[in-house]
């Protein structure tokens, strides 16, 4: 089934640690996104790719780093958690970065850090 | 500033009770509005995309209409499995590039 698969589903992890969620997608989509959804802030961009080989920062990107070797993959990487990082983690495709392009969403990482 | 104001907060309707959910939007040139559904748990599920004022689109219950300053979502004659959080966002320049900019969503519960 084409779409976004995101792993972990969920994630308990200690602060200091370091994490890689990771974002596949299979419908040949350049532009691929990182958000966060906290509660009372909605849906915020951490990192963005518009094509394989090139990374953005988006509005939140202190504490990120994302990666983008080949067309398919895009992981987020948090070096050293927080707390402040606890938040549900949304990978996004589009076909193109060019506007407007629909954004689809994959089902998400729910991560604590503790 | 780019921004995207929903109202309701949450919203609780008996079955077949027909209703609208408001998107008022402050964006710098409107590229694209869109509608999102959200499952407890889930990924935001894409809708519809609306491009200009006066636009409609229709799936089934659902039908979203925009004007110059917001957009609205109708819901007629819902259905319980129509309970879900609808996000609204617009696509706003960024740095070269694009971005969704989200309001807060609307908690729809259809009651049967």
């Known amino acids: 089934i084409a779409g976004i698969t995101q792993a972990p589903t969920s994630q308990i992890l200690a602060a200091g640690r370091r994490m890689t969620l990771r974002c596949t997608q299979d419908m040949r989509h350049n532009a691929m996104y990182w958000y966060r959804q906290d509660l009372g802030l909605g ?10 080989g090139t990374t953005g920062k988006g509005e939140v990107p202190d504490g990120y780093s994302v990666s983008r070797a080949n067309t398919d993959d895009f992981p ?16 996004a495709s589009s076909v193109t970065a060019s506007d407007p392009d629909t954004q689809y ?10 | 500033e780019d921004q995207v104001t929903q109202s309701p907060e949450a919203l609780r309707l008996q079955e077949g009770e027909s209703s609208s959910l408001n998107c008022s939007y402050t964006v710098s040139g409107l590229r694209g509005l869109f509608w999102y559904r959200q499952d407890p748990g889930k990924g935001p599920e894409f809708l519809f995309t609306l491009y200009s004022a006066g636009e409609e689109k229709e799936k089934e219950r659902l039908k979203a209409t925009l ?7 109708h819901i007629t004659a819902p259905k319980p499995e129509d309970s879900a959080t609808y996000l609204c966002a617009v ?7 694009q ?14």
């Open chain 1, 43 to 52: 849906l915020r961009l951490i990192h963005y790719s518009n094509t394989a």
């Open chain 1, 76 to 91: 987020l990487t948090l070096a050293s958690a927080v707390p402040s990082q606890t938040s549900v983690y949304f990978c």
């Open chain 1, 105 to 114: 969403f994959g089902p998400g990482t729910r991560l604590t850090v503790l």
């Open chain 2, 67 to 73: 004007t110059k300053k917001e957009s609205f979502l």
């Open chain 2, 91 to 97: 696509q706003a320049p960024f740095q070269g590039a």
């Open chain 2, 99 to 112: 971005k969704l900019v989200f309001g807060q969503g609307t908690r729809l519960t259809i009651n049967p």
